[in-house]
Every structure is written in structure tokens, then in C-alpha cells.
């Protein structure tokens, strides 16, 4: 029974509605509380149930009053068990959309539905809000260009800078959200030198008062100036920001990383995903014995005469708000080209010298993850930008066109293989995994966290296709098998959406699993190949929703896999076949799965090679000549073998 039915048969049951009005602002966004419960039992007595939703409601009042009095929007979340958990989110976006032209609200409801139970709970609050929707104040204008300059400043973990923001109207609206998050802090902003007021809402969210009209098609710019010491990285990347370190040599070594956290957390920026500027010029100004590494293209070094050198690095493509970087260091510098799809690629290596040596060595890993990776998705795709690894002081991050690298120069994830097959080993997990992000992520970008799997699910399936290019399809089977391991199915894969919440760390090795089990059932190498390729060259240089691509590998694929992508993306639930084969009759179905799947499966029939069998949710049954089929391992499925 999905959520959606429970509420129409009544079994699910709102015990209350309460709304609120915030006029801390001059536009609304909408506040919701969307809470619900599910019982272990069945509560079909009218008294039982209704003492039950009683208690719940006297044990809600408390909480309530506090999400009101907070005006923070909520999403109690319950297990996919009992319902997808996209018909929640639909609930969601429905009951949002339905507010959205009034005030802000905030709604409380509380829901009873009889089945198994399994029960979490993930608040959000308006910064949630205003950090991962597209709100009014961004909505209206598009994001042309950025240049970041900023003096970063060692010895007092000090930054200092300027953004100047090139946009275009949209739309007519005379507030832009920009963010910035504590401790830095906004010092001035202005538009063609004349000073702007701005108001914060909330820590991050900076609302600019533009004074001149905004045309719908013309362009304009704001200048945003701060300063301060920024929030310093505590386990990066997951966990970032700035990484204040030295090396052995004792000169400091200086990095950023920020996916998830955003950007604001040491630039002033439109900080959402879904839009990119064109172009970006990041100026960086730091002590003149240290180099500055960041993304695209070094444009040139200025001596400022003071102790201080900047770094201009210009990135002639779209890239997105974390992808953008600094590496400060005693960097020395190493470089190769190579003859790619796109022509001739240059690959810039920037290491500490202690290691240069090693890094030579290791490095080569780059040439071959190129090679594979153009092999199975096409072009890299920011030639004008180049190639760049870029040692620093944590594991590594997808920057774009600076990959970063913090590996230790040794194979595996840290020395360990992730698959447990021992494939892992064959290579440098950074290398390739923070590499494969240049086509899932960079080149293809997710417009809300919510569907992050785009970039790791891809990524995580793209460390297979490179152990099978240089080791062969089993060995890269193994490896993507081996990965199951690690799936923890705690969380769907999808997060929340426009809170900036992604879904469970199994985004990775699930996601992965899933495509190669999508790869069985394309069942043609060259199609897959090609739809992998095509699809790089579709969504080129584009932010999408995970939708898009979902909608994208059904329609390439030639077969509706919307039933795969709620059972992997949306449920915990690893589907079971459940099967019986008594005197030539192989009965089958899958079980433990979202209603309607329908997942062909491919099985080797004993003596008489494979096939596919088109299991559905009811028995199905088919002849054959056998006493044992085997299921293709390929698929992630679990397999029950019954008696009738
Ligand atoms: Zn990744």
C-alpha cells in the first residue's frame, strides 16, 4: 500500500492543521511541518485507533508550538517500507505548491498507517530553506559570470576579497539573494560604484536591494566585499571549508573544499546548484614564496611588491559553485599532454616537492583514466580548461579541471580496496574516482543535492568500467559486485529536495549496482557504451534533476525503467526473485519491492545457456527442460528459491 492509498482508503489520519504568518520578510516562503506515523499494528478499532491518535497528539503538541514558534519548515520522515518515498516527497511538493501563493505556513500533521515499521526523523530549517530552494531572489536573475578575488592570509587563517557577480534580468525584481556564511562577513556591496543596503536573513542569506531598475534582458553587476576568517575545514572534504596545515618542509599548505556546506563557506555567491556562470576569473593573492592553484587556466603571475603574489586562473567553461578552488602551497610543477577525442589535451601536475618522485610515478594513472573514461563517456569534457591533479592535504575532491588529490601516492582508497576483490588495488582510487566526477558532476551537474547519485552513483559505476577497460568485463564486474557490500540500505538513495539534503551514503555502491544491473537489462555493450556517451553530450555542460537522466537511460535504454529507479533510488528494499522449478515448471516473481516492479532478470537455464524471465509482483510460470536455473549475479537482487 503506497501513502498515497493509505490516505484514500482513511487509513492515514491528519490530527491537525496549524498555520502560521512570517512577515520577517517582504516575499514567503512556505514553512511546512509534514509529519506522520506508522503503527506496527493494525489499528482498525475505531476507539483503539482513535485513543492512539490521541496520544500522538498530546505528545505533538510540544513539538509543534516549538516548530511554530521557529518558523522552521519540517519533514518528519518515516521508512519507505510501508510507502515510496516518492509519493511522500509528491505529498510534499503537492502540499507546497498548494501554499506557496498564500503566506507562509506552517502545518502540522499527523498520520497513522497499519504496517511495519521502521521510523527516522530529519528536520529542516528555514536556513535549509533558503540555502536549497530557488528562492524568489534567485529565481529572477541568471548567473553570467563571477570574479573572485581574494588574499588569503596564512599566518591569521585571515581571507579578504571581492566577488563581482555578472547576471542578466530574467525577470524584473529588485532583490538578489547572495550568501555568505559566519565568520566572514559582508563588508559593502555596490552596483556601477554606488554603495547597496542589504538585510541578512538567517546566518547565510544576504538580501541585496538593487537601486536601479532591473530590465528583463539586460545585464548587470554587483561587487560584493568581505572579509574574515572562514570556517575551517574539521574532516575534509566531507566536512569542509578551510584546511589551515604545513607541509614537512614547514611552509604552509592551504586548501579549500566545500561540497554539501556550499561554497558561502569562504566566497559570497549565488549558492544553489542549478546555476552556473558561463565563465569565472579567480584572482588569488597569497605570500609570495607560495603558489596559488585553482581551477581552468593560469593566466598570469603579479608581483604586488609587498610581500605578496596573485594567481589569475580563468576557467572558460560553466563550472559549479564547490568545484571552485584554492590550493595554496610550496607547489612545484610537472606537465604532459595528450592526443584525446578533443585533440590534444594539456595535463598539469602540481605536487609538493618531497614528492616529486612519487608523484611522476603515480600520476601516469592519469593517462590511463583519461584514455578509459573518453573510451566510455566521451570527450573529457573542459579541454579549454586542461587537466589538472593538485596535491593537497585531505583525500581529494572532484574540483573542476583541479582534481585534488590527498591519496598518499599508493593505490586503493587509502591502500584499501573498496570492492574486496582485490581489483581495487590495481589502481588509485582518487585518480580515477575524483576524475570520473569531470563527466558526472562537472560536465553533468545535479541541480539539488537531492540527487547527488547522479554524481556518485555514475562515478561509483565509472571505477567498474575503468577496472574493465584495462582488466576485462568480469574482472570489472567483480569489482562493482564486490562494492554490495558496503550498501547499507539505512536511507532511500534520493534525498529531500530543495533543503539541500542528499540521500544515504549508499548513493554510491547502490547507485552503481544499479546501473550495472540497468546494463544487463540493455543486455548490448555497444548500446550501453553509446547511451553513457550520448548522454554526455545531451546534458553537456548542464545541471539536471535526477528526473532528466532517469527519463534520459528509459528512453535509451528502450524500455521504462521507472520501476528500477523507485525500487534502488526511492525504497530500502532490495527486491527478491522468488522462484520454484518442480517438473518443468519454473514459477517466479519478485517480492520485497515497490508495487508494480517489473525488472527483467536474466537466468542460465542448466545445459541450455540464458535468458530473460519477466518477473512480476504475482506468480508467473514459464516451461522448461531443466532441473536448475542459476540467476545472472550481475543484477542486485536477492534470490529465494521456494516451495509452492
Ligand atoms: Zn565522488
Known sequence: MTFYDAC???????????????????????????QYRVFQRSYRQGRKKRALIDDRKNNMKAKSALIIGEHIPQFLDTSPFFCSFETVQRWYSVFLNSIMKSLTVTAVFLFCISVPVFSQTISFTREDTLRGSITPERAWWDLLYYHLKVHVRPDAKYIQGSVAVRYKVLKPYQQMQLDLQPPLAIDSVTQDGIRLSFTKDGANAHMITLGKKQVKGETGSVVVYYSGNPVEAKNPPWDGGFQWTKDDNGNDYVATSCQGLGASAWWPCKDHMYDEPDSMLISVTVPEKLMDVSNGRLRKITSNGDGTRTFDWFVSNPINNYGVNVNIADYVHFADTMKGEGGIL?????????????????????????HAFEHWFGPYPFYEDGYKLVEVPYLGMEHQSSVTYGNGYQNGYRGNDLSGTGWGLKWDFIIIHESGHEWFANNITYKDMADMWVHEGFTNYSENLYTEYYFGKEAGADYVIGTRGKIQNNRPVVGVYN???????????????????????????????????DMN????????????????????????????FDQYLRDVRVPKLEYNLLRGKLSFRWTNCVEGFDMPIKIAIQGKGTRFIYPEPSWKSLKIKADSIEIDRNFYVEVSKTTL
Open 346 to 370: 594539456t595535463l598539469d601536475f602540481y605536487v609538493l616537492p618531497y614528492n616529486l618522485d612519487k608523484a611522476r610515478v603515480q600520476f601516469q594513472q592519469a593517462k590511463l583514466m583519461l
Open 499 to 533: 533543503v539541500n539534503h542528499a540521500g544515504s551514503g549508499d548513493m554510491y555502491p547502490k547507485g552503481g549496482n544499479m546501473l550495472h544491473t540497468i546494463r544487463q537489462i540493455v543486455n548490448d555493450d555497444a548500446k550501453w557504451r553509446k547511451i553513457l556517451r
Open 8 to 34: 484514500l482508503l482513511g487509513r492515514v489520519s491528519p490530527v491537525g492543521t496549524s498555520m502560521d504568518t512570517d512577515s520577517s520578510r517582504g516575499t514567503t516562503l512556505p514553512h511546512v511541518v509534514f
Open 537 to 564: 553530450k545531451t546534458f553537456y555542460h548542464q545541471t539536471v534533476d535526477g528526473a532528466q537522466i532517469e527519463a534520459f537511460l528509459s528512453k535509451n535504454a528502450g524500455r521504462n525503467l521507472q520501476k528500477v
